[in-house]
C-alpha cells in the first residue's frame, strides 16, 4: 500500500477552520491514492474514524462532525483534504490520513499509519 502522509494541523480557537491534506509519500508519487480514511486520537481515546473516501468520491463521516467536516479529493492532483470547519476542543487530536476499504457501511484501516498532524482546539 502507498504510504499517506497528512499536514494542515495547527492550533485554532473553538470555531475556527483548518484544512488538512493528505498526500502520497514521494516513493509513491506515482500511484493514485485510493480509498483513503481520516482518523483522531486524542489522549486516554481509542482511534476513530472522522471520514472516508472511496476513490470514486463516495463518503463516510462520523456522527460527532458531519455537517462540519468534508472530506474530498482532486485525483488529478492525487490528492485527499479534510475541511474541517466549527471546530470544537473536543475536536483535539493527532489527525491521519490512512489507506482503507470499505466493507459496506464499514471502513477498514490497513496498517500503514504515518505520524500524522496535531489538530488542537483551544476554548
Known amino acids: 500500500q502507498v504510504h499517506l502522509v497528512e499536514s494542515g494541523g495547527g492550533l485554532v480557537h473553538a470555531g475556527g477552520s483548518l484544512r488538512l491534506s493528505c498526500v502520497a509519500s514521494?516513493?509513491?508519487?506515482?500511484?493514485?491514492?485510493?480509498?483513503v480514511g481520516w482518523y483522531r486520537q486524542a489522549p486516554g481515546k481509542q482511534r476513530e474514524l472522522v471520514a472516508a473516501i472511496t476513490s470514486g468520491g463516495r463518503t463516510k463521516y462520523a456522527d460527532s462532525v458531519k455537517g462540519r467536516f468534508t472530506v474530498s479529493r482532486d485525483n488529478a492532483k492525487n490528492t485527499v483534504t479534510l475541511q474541517m470547519n466549527s471546530l470544537k476542543p473536543e475536536d483535539t487530536a493527532v489527525y491521519y490520513c490512512?489507506?482503507?476499504?470499505?466493507?459496506?457501511?464499514?471502513?477498514?484501516?490497513?496498517?500503514?499509519w504515518g505520524q500524522g498532524t496535531q489538530v488542537t482546539v483551544s476554548s
Open positions: 490512512n489507506p482503507v476499504t470499505f466493507v459496506g457501511e464499514f471502513v477498514q484501516p490497513y496498517d500503514s
Open positions: 514521494a516513493s509513491g508519487a506515482i500511484f493514485r491514492i485510493r480509498d
